[in-house]
């Protein structure tokens, strides 16, 4: 389970704000400029809702983008902020918040941002656990560039740049996280903002980087793509809303259910039964093992997301990354007497030119 000391220490490194703040504390004087109706006006002001939660000195939060329409999230919010480079907002955050421990540091990004030039970058974060927040607005297309397919659009997809249909099998940005070993992975919808400020609220709570990928709707050209998440009807069918510690259930009078399958160890969808019923799994967010999460982001039909999980898959414990080297440059100092990082960086071993 997530050490709440550690995580209290990390959030007590960030100075706390003099004064109660609100929701209207972290608008900027930016017009906002997306698309009428585009999803992210909602993440947007879902993050500036609950931002107040965490106490936190506006002046010691930041958003880093990278490159398309979410990457506009910076402009909007009252903090300090970075318009990056296309697919590099990780990498850029990972030296703001090894270097500037006293900061909060959240990367807003999307699908084709942060899964395509960015995926290298995006990946290694992960895997370092650098304590930083990752939003990952998956709208399944490139909308800043109008329209082409992206790294998580469907096979066949019929886009300006695939006129004939997408032969590109897409990725699951919450199966590439779990891969890369992330220790926190969440998935959520911009239209359910109960849902949505839950998840954020964890992800801001937990030490080390947390991955939230938020299904974002682009009204003009991918208009409806989460549409079977979204319908109050057809949700209860497609949709598994997660939470630690009950039982993985869902449907219509919760007569759905997950099981693990005996024979080939995957998991399969159940109508809930009195002989079944004790078979349905329990989901355990803080399992150490990222198996069963795996398998639960792999339920999902890439095409209809008929059986599409939400909620937090995995909330588990590592080792911080910039909390491992502040102790390596604690130790440096003491060993060496002073903080040298050339001499260190040199060593003993070094050359000497000549002639």
Not at 5 to 21: G, R
Not at 186 to 207: E, F
Not at 319 to 324: A, E, G, I, Q, S
Request: proline share 5%.
């Amino acid at each position: 389970m997530p050490d709440t000391d550690t995580a209290n220490q990390l959030l007590n490194l960030v100075p706390k704000a003099e004064a109660e703040q609100t929701m209207k504390d972290f608008k900027s004087d930016q017009e906002v400029r997306w698309c009428p109706g585009c999803g992210d006006y909602a993440v947007l002001a879902a993050v500036q809702g609950f931002m107040p939660e965490l106490g936190l000195a506006k002046e010691n939060i930041v958003f880093v983008s990278g490159i398309g329409c979410s990457s506009r999230f910076p402009y909007y919010m009252n903090t300090y902020g970075m318009h990056s480079i296309h697919g590099r907002a990780p990498a850029i955050a990972t030296g703001l918040a090894t270097s500037r421990r006293d900061l909060s540091v959240w990367v807003v990004t999307g699908d084709g941002d942060a899964l395509s030039i960015g995926g290298n970058h995006l990946i290694h974060a992960l895997r370092r656990n650098v304590n930083l927040k990752i939003l990952l607005f998956n709208n399944r297309i490139y909308g800043l560039t109008k329209g082409q397919y992206s790294p998580t659009s469907e096979i066949g997809k019929i886009t300006k740049s695939t006129p004939m249909g997408s032969l590109d099998a897409p990725f699951n940005p919450v199966s590439l996280a779990l891969g890369a070993e992330a220790s926190f992975v969440a998935r959520t919808i911009d239209s359910d903002r109960k849902h949505l400020t839950g998840v954020l609220r964890a992800a801001a709570d937990h030490p080390g980087t947390a991955l939230v990928e938020i299904y974002q709707n682009c009204n003009i050209f991918n208009d409806g793509a989460f549409e079977a998440l979204k319908d109050k009807d057809r949700a209860q069918e497609a949709v598994i809303r997660l939470e630690h510690g009950r039982p993985i259930r869902f449907g219509t009078d919760n007569n759905q259910g997950v099981v693990r399958n005996p024979d080939t160890g995957d998991l399969d969808i159940v109508t809930v039964t009195p002989d079944n019923e004790n078979r349905i799994l329990v989901h355990d967010a803080h399992n150490p093992s990222p198996t069963t999460a795996f398998a639960l982001s792999r339920l999902a039909d890439p095409d209809t997301l008929h059986h599409t999980p939400i909620g937090i898959l995995r909330d588990v414990e590592r080792p911080v990354y910039d909390t491992l080297m502040a102790e390596q440059l604690d130790t440096a100092v003491e060993q060496q007497g002073k903080g040298d990082l050339g001499a260190l960086l040199a060593g003993n071993d070094n050359w000497t030119v000549v002639g």
